[in-house]
């Protein structure tokens, strides 16, 4: 009989992780399901984006058909080599795109990022090529983020 407890006792918790690991990809839309796995970038528009003030409005356009329009909610030059710029947007759920730039020892610029929603199913990380051209490559934020909500 303590057997038979044990095993409805095992049972019950695999079914209850089973249940929770489906309920928290339920409901989360694809804001980018319209738009390219990969969309070549513009290094004037990355530098662009980082002159942007805080509280300013600002259209990033990525290109003719994605643009990322927000407020910008914080632009911080933290160290001497490292400056980050973070808008939000409500066009995308309130998805932020968050863009950093750092000044190597040589003075040339790299810069990394990601546009993001944790409500949403898919999101943008800015990858760089061996011929130093920057992309955004798609993701799928089950894959980024770690569910914490049970």
């Known amino acids: 009989m303590k057997t038979?407890?044990?095993?409805?006792?095992l049972l019950?918790?695999?079914?209850?992780a089973v249940a929770f690991s489906q309920k928290s990809d339920q409901g989360k839309q694809k804001f980018?399901?319209?738009y390219p796995e990969s969309i070549q970038l513009s290094k004037n528009i990355l530098q662009n984006t980082m002159n942007a003030s805080e509280g300013e409005e600002v259209i990033v356009s990525f290109t003719s058909d994605f643009r990322f329009k927000g407020?910008?909610?914080?632009?911080l030059k933290k160290y001497d080599n490292l400056q980050s710029v973070m808008i939000?947007?409500?066009?995308f759920g309130n998805a932020?795109?968050?863009l950093s730039r750092i000044t190597n020892p040589d003075k040339s610029f790299s810069y990394t990022g990601r546009i993001i929603n944790p409500e949403a199913a898919d999101g943008y990380e800015i990858k760089k090529d061996k011929y130093d051209?920057?992309?955004f490559v798609k993701f799928e934020t089950k894959r980024i983020l770690q569910d914490c909500s049970f």
């Open 71 to 75: 407020t910008v909610i914080s632009n």
């Open 4 to 9: 038979l407890k044990t095993l409805f006792s």
């Open 133 to 135: 051209n920057y992309s």
């Open 12 to 16: 019950l918790c695999l079914t209850t």
């Open 96 to 98: 932020i795109f968050q």
């Open 32 to 34: 980018f399901a319209s």
């Open 88 to 91: 939000k947007s409500p066009v």
